[in-house]
Structures are given as C-alpha cells and as structure tokens.
C-alpha cells in the first residue's frame, strides 16, 4: 500500500493547522461556558454523542492547565493535543532536513494498527469512550 | 495471457479502475503469465458504489476509509468527528476516486 508521500504531508499538515486554528477559535470566542458550540454533526443531528465529542472541550481544557477535567471529559483530548504539538515541528524537521520520517512513521503506524492483535484492542478502547461518553452526556 | 480472458476480465472489473489506468491494466495483464490468472482473480477489489453509500452514511465516523483500506484517514476521521464534517462531506466527492486508486495500487504487484 504504498501512498503518494506529499498526500500525506498534506494530510497531517492540514489537519494539524486546522486543529490549532479550531483550538484558538474555541478558546478565544467559544469558552466553556457558551455550550451552544456544537461542531459535531452527529451530535447535532440525533443528539447522541459520537466518539470524539468532547475533544476540543478536553484540549482546551488541557491548554488552561486543568489536567483532571481533561480527562473526564474526554481522554482523546491528550492525544490530539499531543499531535497538535508534535505535528507542526515534526513537519518542520522533515521540510528542513529534507528527511521523510514523518511519512515513514505514518505508514508504520497504519501497518501496525491493521493487525487484528492492535486492531481489536484499539476499537474496544474506542467503542468503551463512545459509551462512557453517551452515559456522560457530553 | 490470453486476450479474451483479459478483456472479460477488463469487461467485469472496469468499474473498479479509473478509465486511465484500464489500458494499462489490460497491457500488463496480456504480458502476464497464465499461472498468476487465479491469483488475479482472487483478487478481492473494493466496489467504489459501495464505498460512496458508505461514505453518506457513515463516513463522519470514516468507516468508508476503513473499508477501502486508508486506515490512516479512517483514524482521522473518526477521532475528529469526520473532521467536524467537512472532511465527511469533502469525502462523498472523493471516495470513488480513492477507491479506484486503492484498487489500483492493489492490483499493482502482481502486475508486475
């Protein structure tokens, strides 16, 4: 499965610029009180969460340093604050060094999470979020 | 390979492809030796209809991305809220043409 390298660069280039770009427009103009903020079209449309509901609120409350909050609402926030922060200089590192780690590390990575034994564990993970986060209501 | 046996199977399997990559399918597949024929057609190629009413229903969680085997865009589709559906809905544009790719690239190592 061999993928076009720049499609990936731009991939995770512009989900990570869109990613902070979302991030400051929450923090800025959204803020956790006005709940009316809702990106989520499942959640809009039927009113039941979906897995990733709660993301930003969890990243934006990470970046104001409130880590137990975070978490409560929605783990997945460590992570994509994580490649928030990661992203930008891994990309960074790869343009000026003229390395391809950044790809290479992609498609290991997408190797690996196709195995049944990574597979299975990660989806179960997943799906117990999701339900946590129906009981939470988010 | 036999030219009859490469044009049914170009006949049943053209969908599959984007229309420029089809001559160079057939052209391959007529240079191939006859022992890999059942091999190609095992070959298990993803219907792209299939994966576009995939993609309208599902594709804010990006099963449709699963299903065509992009599991890297599928993670990032599900773990955004299908990148709060605009990246849903760029995809209902985009699934067929990926889909056709990935048969492509699919088919590519034992062309050669």
Known sequence: MRQSGKRIYLLLGGLALAGHAWLLYYLAWGGPAESSLLACPTRKL???????????????????????LALWTNPLGYLALAFLLAIPFWLAYDLLCKSQSLKQA???AE???????????????????????????? | MDS???????LTTGKYFESQHIGQVRDRLLALDDSKWALIQTLQLKD???ALIISIFLGTYGID???????????????TCGGLGIWAIIDWFQIQGATRQKNFEKIQPFLY
Do not use: H
């Open chain 2, 65 to 79: 991305r699963f299903f065509i085997g992009d599991t890297g865009m599928g993670v990032g589709k599900l773990l």
């Open chain 1, 46 to 68: 039927t009113g039941i969460p979906c897995p990733a509901c709660g993301t930003t609120r969890s990243a934006a409350a990470l970046a104001q340093g409130q880590f137990e």
């Open chain 2, 4 to 10: 009859q046996k490469v044009d049914m199977y170009i």
């Open chain 2, 48 to 50: 792209p209809q299939t």
């Open chain 1, 111 to 138: 190797a690996k999470i196709k195995q049944p034994q990574f597979a299975w564990p990660l989806a179960l993970l997943l799906l117990a979020n999701w339900i946590w986060n129906i009981f939470k209501l988010l």
């Open chain 1, 106 to 108: 992609y498609q290991r």
